[in-house]
T-cell receptor
Framework: NAGVMQNPRHLVRRRGQEARLRCSPM?????VYWYRQLPEEGLKFMVY????????ESGMPKERFSAEFPKEGPSILRIQQVVRGDSAAYFC?????????FGPGTRLLVL | AQKITQTQPGMFVQEKEAVTLDCTYD???????LFWYKQPSSGEMIFLIY??????QNATEGRYSLNFQKARKSANLVISASQLGDSAMYFC????????????????FGKGTLLTVNP
């Protein structure tokens, strides 16, 4: 029973480039959450998606960030025109009703 | 106001001893859930233990137990018989609105406590 998969594990981008982060939930899970962890901080909620629907994006920055969870394939968190402040670890989690299980995270470094 | 407060930035414990990591929370929702996650230096987030607000008994999972004091709004994690592999960051998190019929169970995290187990 594979866990939550995220790729890439590490991503380096120059300022102004695009970053695409992928998350495949655990088998049978149709709820995906994205969180961001800045250095020395706890995780902060960004967005909650179900298949083909964004349910709650209250934690997403208003510009440059978008997320999707298509009917087929992984959930994608997309960051356009990255800036140095986007450097962080990005985690996705998939859930049963009770517990969220996290992927290993993607460490994004913006040069 | 902070919804989850972890007042101990760092804690030290001797191997084989017990340690308590503090967590207080703030919510007006009658239904909520409390979680602890472990983040070792490798970076992944590992689920440890869960406590529902209506659970009558404190949750236990192996060497982990959650000291839930509802009136004080505290949910401290107790690790018994510490091992060197317990050295990690520990995060307390809360989910509000359980049992409300909705399905948005986003978590709010504290800032974490760095636990170091000394040999």
């Amino acid at each position: 029973n594979a866990g939550v998969m995220q790729n890439p594990r590490h991503l380096v981008r120059r300022r102004g480039q695009e970053a695409r982060l992928r998350c495949s939930p655990m088998k049978g899970h149709s709820h995906v959450y994205w969180y961001r962890q800045l250095p020395e901080e706890g995780l902060k909620f960004m967005v909650y998606l179900q298949k083909e629907n964004i349910i709650d994006e209250s934690g997403m920055p208003k510009e440059r960030f978008s997320a999707e969870f298509p009917k087929e394939g992984p959930s994608i968190l997309r960051i356009q025109q990255v800036v140095r402040g986007d450097s962080a670890a990005y985690f996705c989690a998939s859930s049963t009703l009770e517990t969220q299980y996290f992927g290993p995270g993607t460490r994004l470094l913006v040069l | 106001a902070q919804k989850i407060t972890q007042t101990q930035p760092g804690m030290f414990v001797q191997e084989k001893e017990a340690v308590t990591l503090d967590c207080t929370y703030d919510t007006s929702d009658p239904s909520y859930g409390l979680f602890w996650y472990k983040q070792p230096s490798s970076g992944e987030m590992i689920f440890l233990i869960y406590q529902g607000s209506y659970d009558q008994q404190n949750a236990t999972e192996g060497r982990y137990s959650l000291n839930f004091q509802k009136a004080r709004k505290s949910a401290n994690l107790v690790i018994s018989a510490s091992q060197l592999g317990d050295s990690a960051m520990y995060f307390c998190a809360m989910r509000e609105g359980e049992g409300s019929g909705g399905s948005n169970y986003k978590l709010t995290f504290g800032k974490g406590t760095l636990l170091t187990v000394n040999p």
